[in-house]
């Protein structure tokens, strides 16, 4: 079930593998197809900016295959190391 938890643990996996290939927000976010923005949204587990009517991130697959794809890994393999 993708749930406010499930949200967190795959942002806080991107974000250690983004930081563990050296790579910036911005630098994945263009190279994934995305804007640094929306990266910023999905590494900190929400669906928007405003705390007080933020739900939990909810990336399309397409934006998920970009990021796995640049930091060099399957989809299947980053959910995994999320665990969700």
Do not use: C, F, H
Request: without cysteine; glycine residues 10%.
């Amino acid at each position: 079930m993708w749930n406010e938890e499930s949200a967190a643990r795959l942002g806080t996996t991107l974000r250690r593998m983004r930081n563990d290939r050296g790579l910036s927000q911005e630098s994945l976010a263009y190279q994934a197809g995305i804007t640094k923005n929306q990266l910023q949204l999905i590494e900190a587990g929400r669906s928007t900016g405003r705390r007080e009517a933020a739900g939990p991130s909810n990336p399309r697959m397409a934006t998920l295959v970009g990021l796995a794809d640049v930091l060099g890994v399957s989809v299947a393999a980053m959910l995994t190391e999320a665990g969700v």
